[in-house]
């Protein structure tokens, strides 16, 4: 059973509640443990995910749900076995929050949490004793101390509340597969994600970053992220002027009409394409040919390690790297909710406390 501590976040109770009908009211987060801490929230960051989740798009989800997997509070209380924080630390937690840790798990013991068996998500997930995950549109939080992060000093919250999950989410590939000097690396997307995979990927030493959307109408925004330009795939022929010129392609693309044998034939011969986004609909059949022909790997990558959350943290507080955000009043977040959906974030919006 959870406990019988009581906190305050905005509920979403069925699926009309993505239409900015969350209601503000009281949970009970998960029983305490000497491996826990309790967080005031002060920022959360808003994701795609949480649209998703909240209008059940990726399955039917158990109501009533607190969403939101881009934290950064305060420690108000710890378990007596957590040792690598003090109270009043300032930390982050992303959208994992716990996975088995064990000696004998290969994920856990390879850097590799996000895929363990047994993982744990922030929000719309159970522990092994029963208990929900709740997430951060909340004044308060309860997660293990395990999947907490400090956040550099240099980094102000609401910058680094977003990078949780948006950042790791497009850090991680981009490490992972070989972004940095003598690569040219292209971004399907230019919206929360994609921003995030821009800046990184300039940050991690890549010779030339590419935006890649639908039109150039952010083209703007995407030289000033770092990008050499942006490539607009509604002109003729773009990919034959592109043909075999990236090392690496991540798509952030959401959309399930994304033209993915024409991006598979502007790699380079051994070249990578990586798949974050995740539609609600599958994508139309595709054919091999491009896959076959081009030598290339088709993947797929979700979120990051703790490792790289650390790893990217840092870099992001060293280099500078600063998340575009809009910052609400988290009793907006209904408002908010509704800017979101009509995709009007810039490009990424925090709810704070």
């Excluded at 019988?4 to 069925?14: E, Q, R």
């Excluded at 609401?158 to 992972?176: Q, Y």
């Excluded at 609909?281 to 650390?310: A, C, D, T, W, Y």
């Excluded at 790297?321 to 800017?339: G, I």
């Amino acid at each position: 059973m959870p406990s019988t501590d009581t906190f305050t976040g905005y509920l979403g109770l069925d699926a009309n509640s993505v239409n900015g009908n969350l209601v503000k009211g009281t949970f009970n987060p998960k029983v305490f443990s000497d491996d826990d801490v309790d967080l005031k929230i002060s920022h959360c960051g808003m994701c795609a995910s949480d649209l998703h989740t909240l209008r059940s798009g990726w399955g039917a989800t158990p109501y009533p749900v607190i969403v939101g997997h881009e934290i950064v509070g305060t420690i108000t209380k710890k378990g007596k076995n957590v040792t690598q924080f003090e109270i009043g630390d300032r930390v982050g937690v992303g959208a994992q929050v716990l996975s088995c840790l064990k000696d004998d798990c290969y994920e856990c013991t390879h850097d590799n949490e996000p895929y363990c068996a047994n993982k744990v998500y922030t929000y719309n997930s159970k522990f092994e004793n029963g208990d929900s995950s709740w997430g951060g549109y909340a004044l308060e939080g309860r997660y293990p101390a395990s999947f907490c992060f400090k956040i550099p000093d240099e980094l102000p919250s609401e910058i680094a509340a977003p990078m949780m999950c948006g950042g790791i989410t497009v850090f991680s590939p981009l490490k992972r597969n070989g972004c940095g000097p003598g690569k040219t690396v292209g971004v399907v997307g230019i919206g929360g994600l994609g921003h995030f995979a821009l800046l990184f990927a300039k940050a991690l030493g890549a010779d030339k970053v590419y935006a890649i959307s639908r039109s150039d109408a952010k083209g703007a925004d995407a030289i000033a992220m770092g990008a050499e330009g942006i490539i607009a795939t509604q002109t003729p022929g773009w990919n034959t002027k592109y043909a075999r010129k990236f090392d690496l392609i991540v798509s952030t693309a959401n959309n399930s009409d994304m033209p993915l044998g024409e991006y598979l034939t502007i790699l380079k011969p051994g070249g990578r394409f990586v798949q974050v986004g995740l539609p609600e609909s599958p994508i139309p059949q595709f054919g091999f040919g491009p896959l076959i022909n081009m030598n290339v790997h088709l993947m797929g990558s979700l979120l990051g390690s703790r490792k790289e959350i650390k790893e990217m943290l840092e870099i992001a507080a060293t280099k500078g790297v600063k998340s575009w955000v809009t910052c609400y009043p988290m009793e907006e977040v209904n408002e908010v909710l509704k800017l979101m959906d009509a995709n009007k974030a810039r490009y990424r919006f925090v709810l704070t406390n």
